[in-house]
């Protein structure tokens, strides 16, 4: 009789000692090795099912392509950055996260920070150690009635909020996906980024970091800050220019500066280290007792149920669905998310509403995991931490308006979803379809009949149908050395506004971007991911 081999999972960051209790329970074998060098995780991670990670593990394309039993990984917090989540999606390995167990403890943190530069509590304290006594060169400021700007009024944005109103501060928040209603209802003056960088006394950042965030307090916005505010990041590094940040301090224009996340971690140096009113801690956000037994048990629970059950929760990369449903769904989930990401990434702005209609074959399925997989795509451009469970849920939390609609009858496609938006603007949509029952293809983009593949780095142009246009497009992108894959067009009439999708192989950058706005007749150019 052959016996049935345990499921084995690997604990490669340091993590509360209940995880691996909790695996073991759950009939898996854990080893506990820490520390270990990337040759070193590659040379072992062969041998396991499961990983379970916090920040300092990272896992790319080499360790994954070693990981040849891997079904699992499991992250103890929120941010994923140290995973290669396409690739390893592509190797079909789950990866989970445990959203929401460290973000009260992260949002204290930044609270802490706050009074630290409030008070110059770590300079004070070094001065007191050291025999000064220090009493008259320290004069702090009172944070009652002074404002906060909070950049990302998400899951930690808004636990900060409300610690900040309750120590009667006023906060004004910059997230654009923040709805009026939401912000009424935690509080808070909903403002464009530049109205909070001229009000605020205090800014404290709580965004992933995306192509929108990386940098949005740049050199240029630092200027427009008020001379005398204090900010604070235990984000993510990557959201502030460390050097004009420094320069700041140093002119006295930013009075004080906390960071608990830096550009390269472990910031072992930096040109902030030793400046006048900046303080740091080395990403403790998330350290307390609490949070870490929160996310230890949660990620130990999510990937033994996994690798001894196979339930999904919290997972970034891949739907809950049962057996028998799965094959039929998941061309429709594909479609469903890419539709939802085109229409997020296209919609810089709050959307009250967002409705999901299925025509013809599609209405014949369960409508909920595309739904999911609509608002999952959608709010990614958001949110670090959505995925196909949570996505309803933040959806919700969000006060977005979610409508399903099924028609029964089919236009020119046998099946199709359709993903609208309601804004302030009015309301819009795309629509897309499965060729061969399978392939996920875009069909009309905002009215216009146009056909694509949603896949990979795209570029999307609106231009005036006009001769001479494609041949200035591939002229400027091929000067960039972008390689086109498909080349997409559509148009309202002849002469028209016309949309131009292009498949690329690079990541079209924001240089060359600027330069297709500024070519004859383009009105609009943006860079797409899927
Ligand atoms: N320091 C730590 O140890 C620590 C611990 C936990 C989380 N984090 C990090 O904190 C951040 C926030 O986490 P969360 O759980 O609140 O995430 P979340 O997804 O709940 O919230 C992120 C918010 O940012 C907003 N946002 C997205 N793009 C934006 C933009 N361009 N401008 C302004 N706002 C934008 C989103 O709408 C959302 O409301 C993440 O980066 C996470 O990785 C750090
Ligand atoms: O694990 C940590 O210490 C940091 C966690 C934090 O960055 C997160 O994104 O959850």
Redesign the pocket.
């Known amino acids: 009789m052959t016996e049935t081999r345990k499921p084995r999972v690997l604990i490669s960051d340091k993590m509360d000692p209940n995880a691996a209790r909790i695996f073991a329970e759950m009939g898996c074998d854990v080893d506990v090795i820490t520390g270990e060098t990337p040759e070193q995780l590659i040379a072992r991670i062969g041998d396991y099912d499961g990983l379970a990670i916090r920040?300092s593990t990272r896992v790319t394309k080499e360790v994954l392509d070693a990981a040849t039993n891997l079904k699992v990984i499991g992250r103890a917090?929120?941010?994923?950055?140290n995973v290669d989540i396409p690739y390893a999606s592509a190797k079909g390995v789950v990866v989970m996260n445990t959203?929401?167990g460290?973000?009260i403890?992260?949002?204290e943190?930044a609270i802490a920070m706050i009074f630290a530069l409030a008070r110059q509590i770590p300079e004070a304290n070094e001065q007191t150690q050291a025999g000064l006594w220090p009493k008259n060169g320290f004069m702090g400021v009172e944070v009652t009635g002074k404002t906060l700007g909070l950049?990302?009024?998400?899951?930690?944005?808004?636990?900060v909020a409300s610690r900040a109103l309750g120590l009667r501060m006023k906060v004004v928040a910059?997230?654009?996906?923040?709805t009026p209603e939401r912000a009424v209802e935690m509080g808070v003056e909903k403002a464009d980024?530049d109205t909070l960088l001229a009000k605020a006394d205090f800014i404290t950042?709580?965004?992933?970091?995306?192509a929108?965030?990386k940098n949005?307090l740049s050199k240029e916005n630092l200027a427009k800050t008020k001379k005398g505010v204090r900010i604070v990041?235990?984000?993510?590094g990557g959201?502030i220019d460390e050097a004009a940040l420094k320069e700041a301090l140093d002119s006295g224009h930013v009075a004080g500066a906390a960071l608990?996340?830096f550009q390269t971690e472990p910031a072992k140096e930096s040109p902030l280290f030793g400046t006048k009113n900046f303080i740091c801690t080395p990403?403790?956000?998330?350290?307390t007792t609490e949070?870490q037994v929160n996310v230890a048990l949660q990620v130990a629970e999510q990937l033994g149920e996994y690798l001894t059950t196979g339930g999904v929760t919290n997972a970034l990369n891949v739907p809950s669905l049962s057996a028998e449903e799965a094959p039929k769904l998941r061309p429709y989930m594909a479609l469903a998310e890419r539709l939802g990401s085109l229409v997020g990434q296209l919609t810089?702005s709050a959307v009250a509403r967002i409705s999901i209609h299925t025509e013809g074959a599609a209405t014949e399925l369960n409508a909920k995991p595309i739904v999911a997989a609509v608002l999952c795509g959608f709010?990614r451009?958001?949110?670090?931490?959505?995925n196909m469970v949570n996505a309803p849920f933040?959806a919700k939390e969000?006060g977005l308006e979610v409508r399903e609609v099924k028609t029964e009858k089919t236009g020119d496609y046998h099946t199709l979803i359709r993903v609208s938006v309601k804004t302030e603007a009015g309301e819009r949509s795309v629509a897309g379809t499965l060729f061969s029952n399978a392939e996920p293809r875009l069909v009309e983009l905002f009215g216009i009949k146009v056909e694509a593949e949603l896949t990979g780095d795209m570029m999307y142009i609106v231009n005036e149908d006009a001769p001479g246009f494609i041949g200035r497009i591939g002229t400027l992108l091929g000067e960039n050395g972008i390689n086109i894959g498909t080349f997409n067009l559509g148009r309202r009439e002849a002469g028209g506004e016309a949309v131009l999708l292009l498949s690329v192989d690079s990541p079209v950058a924001g240089e060359v971007l600027d330069a297709a706005v500024k070519l004859p007749g383009v009105k609009r150019a943006k860079a797409l991911a899927f």
């Open positions: 920040s917090g929120i941010g994923v950055d959203p929401f460290n973000s403890t992260t949002a943190h950049i990302g009024a998400g899951n930690i944005g808004s636990i910059y997230d654009p996906f923040l980024l950042l709580h965004t992933p970091l995306t929108e965030t949005i990041n235990c984000a993510r959201l608990d996340v990403h403790l956000g998330a350290s949070a810089p709010l451009v958001q949110s670090a931490t959505v933040l969000r």
